[in-house]
């Protein structure tokens, strides 16, 4: 295993760290929960292999994840693994905030958090919900001065601007935002957090599944064996990155990752232009030169215009056919419900006079959904 020095905190992390929030923990009809005894083997299957970064979250896996992680932690020195798990913002008060914290290392059956999150910060969380006498940044600060948190972090998705901000206030140590090779969105924030000496790591390395299945234009533009291989030595050919956590389900998966960071190839200068040079090459091809700016939003409709356009050209540049017909499925349902599908236009017009690109967006949404899915309802 391969480690780097992080950030400014004065400890090496594997380049590889354990994502704890696809365990094989189930919960059955009855409400009861099973599969922590295979998650804690499996955890400790990864550590055996020199990985030792854990990243967990208080709600993971039915609230379970922090049990699996503190029973694999169990008759090894404390100070061989660093533990990452995170405190959502779901209630300002800070009296909550610090509840949480104490029942996470309950379940961690541990002393202390090497790096604890803020769960999803954004740049309005911090400011509105954070701040104030006995908020939770204040607790936080106690709890560092305790000696119950070691490293004050975040994780972000909000906008990479704001990331920034939140970078710049100084009060942390690392930051977790997702990077991979179809979403780049957050490099600027890596680059800026890598400048100023926060440790950086990465989640959906591997997109979150999107690029677990093969693709010969990705293995033809790289020599590797595997879209995951690519993905991953895609991630560590940036120098602004420190750590790729993987979410692993099974030994297959621990053994497949461990291999690719034990080689320690990331994708070379050559390799990563020729796959920014696909995606270029397809955006011409489709007549469609979208950026991901967002200026087409919001639409009236709620039509997702930039997703779908993300999705055709991974369905055409990368050949993840499968991948992109399943996310543009999602939309319109559950978690996506806001974000409409194509057949949600009506044609409306809005969207063309803002789009800088001059896209014709309301044949090329057509297009798309003939492409990415008929059987998607509005």
Same mark, same amino acid.
């Given at each position: 295993?391969?480690?780097?020095?992080?950030?400014?905190?004065?400890?090496?992390?594997?380049?590889?760290?354990? !994502?704890? &929030?696809?365990?094989?923990?189930?919960?059955? #009809?009855? =409400?009861? +929960?099973?599969?922590?005894?295979? %998650?804690?083997?499996?955890?400790?299957?990864?550590?055996?292999?020199?990985?030792?970064?854990?990243?967990?979250?208080?709600?993971?896996?039915?609230?379970?994840?922090?049990?699996?992680?503190?029973?694999?932690?169990?008759?090894?020195?404390?100070?061989?693994?660093?533990?990452?798990?995170?405190?959502?913002?779901?209630?300002?008060?800070?009296?909550?905030?610090?509840?949480?914290?104490?029942?996470?290392?309950?379940?961690?059956?541990?002393?202390?958090?090497?790096?604890?999150?803020?769960?999803?910060?954004?740049?309005?969380?911090?400011?509105?919900?954070?701040?104030?006498?006995? !908020?939770? &940044?204040?607790?936080?600060?106690?709890?560092? #001065?305790? =000696?119950? +948190?070691?490293?004050?972090?975040? %994780?972000?998705?909000?906008?990479?601007?704001?990331?920034?901000?939140?970078?710049?206030?100084?009060?942390?140590?690392?930051?977790?935002?997702?990077?991979?090779?179809?979403?780049?969105?957050?490099?600027?924030?890596?680059?800026?957090?890598?400048?100023?000496?926060?440790?950086?790591?990465?989640?959906?390395?591997?997109?979150?599944?999107?690029?677990?299945?093969?693709?010969?234009?990705?293995?033809?533009?790289?020599?590797?064996?595997?879209?995951?291989?690519?993905?991953?030595?895609?991630?560590?050919?940036?120098?602004?990155?420190?750590?790729?956590?993987?979410?692993?389900?099974?030994?297959? &998966?621990?053994?497949?990752?461990?291999?690719?960071?034990?080689?320690?190839?990331?994708?070379?200068?050559?390799?990563?232009?020729?796959?920014?040079?696909?995606?270029?090459?397809?955006?011409?091809?489709?007549?469609?030169?979208?950026?991901?700016?967002?200026?087409?939003?919001?639409?009236?409709?709620?039509?997702?215009?930039?997703?779908?356009?993300?999705?055709?050209?991974?369905?055409?540049?990368?050949?993840?056919?499968?991948?992109?017909?399943?996310?543009?499925?999602?939309?319109?349902?559950?978690?996506?419900?806001?974000?409409?599908?194509?057949?949600?236009?009506?044609?409306?017009?809005?969207?063309?006079?803002?789009?800088?690109?001059?896209?014709?967006?309301?044949?090329?949404?057509?297009?798309?959904?003939?492409?990415?899915?008929?059987?998607?309802?509005?």
């Amino acid at each position: 295993m391969l480690y780097r020095d992080f950030g400014k905190t004065g400890v090496k992390l594997s380049r590889l760290g354990f !994502g704890a &929030m696809r365990l094989p923990i189930q919960k059955d #009809e009855k =409400g009861r +929960i099973t599969g922590i005894d295979e %998650s804690t083997e499996l955890i400790r299957y990864a550590l055996d292999k020199g990985v030792n970064y854990v990243d967990s979250a208080f709600y993971y896996c039915h609230s379970e994840s922090e049990t699996a992680v503190g029973r694999a932690l169990k008759g090894l020195p404390r100070e061989s693994v660093f533990i990452s798990t995170k405190n959502p913002l779901e209630n300002a008060c800070g009296s909550c905030w610090w509840l949480r914290l104490q029942l996470a290392l309950r379940r961690l059956d541990c002393g202390y958090i090497d790096f604890y999150h803020f769960h999803g910060l954004s740049w309005d969380g911090y400011q509105t919900r954070c701040l104030g006498e006995g !908020g939770p &940044m204040a607790q936080a600060r106690k709890a560092r #001065e305790q =000696g119950l +948190i070691r490293h004050l972090s975040f %994780s972000c998705h909000d906008t990479p601007e704001n990331c920034i901000k939140l970078i710049d206030t100084g009060e942390f140590d690392s930051l977790l935002v997702q990077y991979n090779l179809l979403d780049r969105q957050y490099a600027p924030s890596l680059h800026h957090a890598h400048e100023k000496g926060v440790g950086t790591v990465v989640m959906g390395p591997v997109g979150g599944g999107r690029l677990g299945v093969p693709s010969e234009v990705i293995a033809r533009a790289t020599g590797a064996v595997s879209t995951t291989e690519a993905a991953l030595r895609f991630v560590w050919a940036s120098p602004d990155i420190d750590v790729a956590i993987s979410g692993m389900g099974d030994r297959r &998966m621990v053994d497949e990752n461990v291999a690719t960071a034990e080689r320690g190839e990331p994708l070379s200068d050559a390799e990563v232009a020729r796959i920014d040079r696909l995606y270029d090459e397809n955006k011409k091809l489709l007549d469609l030169p979208c950026t991901g700016c967002g200026y087409c939003q919001p639409c009236p409709q709620g039509v997702a215009i930039p997703r779908i356009f993300q999705y055709l050209q991974w369905h055409s540049a990368f050949d993840l056919k499968e991948a992109s017909r399943q996310r543009y499925g999602w939309l319109g349902t559950g978690w996506e419900e806001k974000n409409k599908p194509a057949p949600a236009c009506t044609e409306c017009g809005e969207c063309e006079p803002k789009c800088p690109q001059k896209i014709p967006i309301r044949a090329k949404l057509k297009e798309a959904h003939k492409i990415l899915g008929e059987t998607v309802k509005p």
